[in-house]
């Protein structure tokens, strides 16, 4: 395993893996494994802890925590709606990402999608989703560019939040606030 600084969450490895985390709101919330009920098992500090342990590159790790959080659920900082998410910026050597992940609507799985940062530009996270029109085919969850968890498209569509053959504008589709019914 790759050694790693860490503090509330993990922050770096020794490969150059850095990530930086933004607490978010959510349109599902999700209750720890122990709290009350709750079914997920990881909240953003077990994830990044991981992905620096395992993963070299920003994509990698993206994949990883991804993978985990679909699997086996995720739970931002408290049930409220207003802590329910995360938006993470992760950087390595060649590449910057930003990474958004939240329970989904049963609280026992996630819904993450993930946006590569051209070369040369920046981006901000400003406690809110940013990735806007994830630019894939409707049958496909990952490109160069864009990465998206599998199940993302059945829950709006599920939620009458996306209708198939519309821009899939993941800030659009899950904002903030209350859970539709």
Do not use: K
């Amino acid at each position: 395993t790759h050694g790693y600084w860490e503090a509330a969450s993990g922050i770096a490895n020794d490969c150059g893996l850095m990530i930086a985390e933004s607490t978010c709101s959510a349109i599902f919330g999700a209750r720890l494994r122990g709290e009350g009920g709750g079914d997920a098992l990881f909240g953003y500090m077990e994830l990044t802890r991981i992905a620096l342990e395992r993963c070299s590159t920003a994509r990698e790790a993206i994949e990883l925590m991804g993978a985990l959080a679909v699997e086996h659920g995720f739970a931002g900082n408290g049930a409220e709606l207003g802590g329910a998410a995360e938006s993470l910026a992760l950087v390595d050597a060649d590449e910057a990402w930003i990474f958004h992940v939240m329970a989904d609507d049963s609280g026992a799985s996630a819904i993450w999608a993930a946006q590569r940062l051209d070369e040369g530009h920046a981006a901000v996270v400003p406690n809110v989703f940013v990735i806007r029109a994830v630019e894939l085919p409707e049958d496909a969850t990952s490109s160069a560019s864009f990465l998206l968890s599998p199940n993302a498209r059945a829950v709006a569509r599920r939620h009458g939040l996306w209708r198939p053959g519309t821009p899939f504008d993941f800030a659009a589709i899950f904002p903030a606030g209350e859970a539709p019914p």
